[in-house]
Nanobody, 116 residues
Framework: QVQLVESGGGLVQAGGSLRLSCAAS????????MGWFRQAPGKELEFVVA????????SSADSVQGRFTISRDTAKNTVYLQMSSLKPEDTAVYYC?????????WGPGTQVTVSS
C-alpha cells in the first residue's frame, strides 16, 4: 500500500526557514513527478511546486518563487521542500502528493505556522 508521510512542519517567525520532508513507502516513485500543495484556513487547496522524475523542478506558484526550493532523494524515496523568508501568509497545512499533476496519493499533511 502506498503511503506518503510529511514531516518538518512547526511554528516559525516571519523571515525564518523550515524544511519539509515527504517520505514515500510501499512503492518507488522515482519515475513520477511529485508535488507539494498547501491549504490555508478557509481557503482552497493551492499548488506550491513540483519536481519531475530526474530532479528538475517545475514552475512554482508565484507566491513562493525565489523563496521555496524543491528537491528529491530518489534513493531515499523522499522529496524535500526548503522554505525560506517565510511570511505569515505561508501559514497552511502542507501536503505532498503523487503523481503530479493529477495526484492519486496524498500524505496526511504537516502544519506550518508563521508568526508575524
Amino acid at each position: 500500500q502506498v503511503q506518503l508521510v510529511e514531516s518538518g512542519g512547526g511554528l516559525v517567525q516571519a523571515g525564518g526557514s523550515l524544511r519539509l520532508s515527504c517520505a514515500a513507502s510501499g512503492r518507488t516513485f522515482s519515475s513520477y513527478a511529485m508535488g507539494w500543495f498547501r491549504q490555508a484556513p478557509g481557503k482552497e487547496l493551492e499548488f506550491v511546486v513540483a519536481i519531475n522524475w530526474n530532479g528538475g523542478a517545475f514552475s512554482s506558484a508565484d507566491s513562493v518563487q525565489g523563496r521555496f526550493t524543491i528537491s528529491r532523494d530518489t534513493a531515499k524515496n523522499t522529496v524535500y521542500l526548503q522554505m525560506s523568508s517565510l511570511k505569515p501568509e505561508d501559514t497552511a497545512v502542507y501536503y505532498c502528493a503523487v503523481p503530479w499533476p493529477s495526484p492519486s496519493h496524498w500524505g496526511p499533511g504537516t502544519q506550518v505556522t508563521v508568526s508575524s
